[in-house]
Every structure is written in C-alpha cells, then in structure tokens.
C-alpha cells in the first residue's frame, strides 16, 4: 500500500531546509539543521517509494 504522508512530511522537510538555506546567516549549526532536514526528505521520499512498489514491508 502507498502511503502518501511519507512524500507530504518530505515535502515539510525540503520546505524547511530551503526556509533554512535562505536565512542571510552565516552560522554552521543553521547549515547543519538545513543539511538534516535534507537529508529527512530525501530518506522519506525513498522509503515511501518503496512502500508503493512493495519493497520493505516483510520485516
């Protein structure tokens, strides 16, 4: 079954990261938080593509 809150919470993620990335700071940590919420969204969005082809749900 594809579940589609996976992609909308990746799409939070990126939103976030960009809101981030935009700040005029200069400051590693505001980097770093950017980078991570990058990195969610990526994560998320392989996992549901997963789910919706059926890899992943028989553990």
């Known amino acids: 079954m594809c579940d589609i ?3 909308r919470s ?8 960009h809101v981030l990335w935009e700040k ?3 400051d590693e940590m505001i980097l770093n938080n950017a980078a991570y919420h990058l990195q ?4 998320k969005v392989l996992k549901g593509a997963l789910e919706c082809i ?6």
């Not at 990746?10 to 990261?17: G, P």
């Not at 969610?40 to 994560?43: D, K, L, R």
């Not at 059926?54 to 553990?59: A, F, K, P, S």
Request: proline content about 4%; cysteine-free; glycine content about 8%.
């Open 24 to 26: 005029p700071y200069n």
């Open 5 to 7: 809150r996976l992609f």
């Open 54 to 59: 059926g890899i992943g749900r028989e553990m």
């Open 40 to 43: 969610q969204a990526v994560e």
């Open 10 to 17: 990746a799409r939070i993620d990126f939103e976030t990261a």
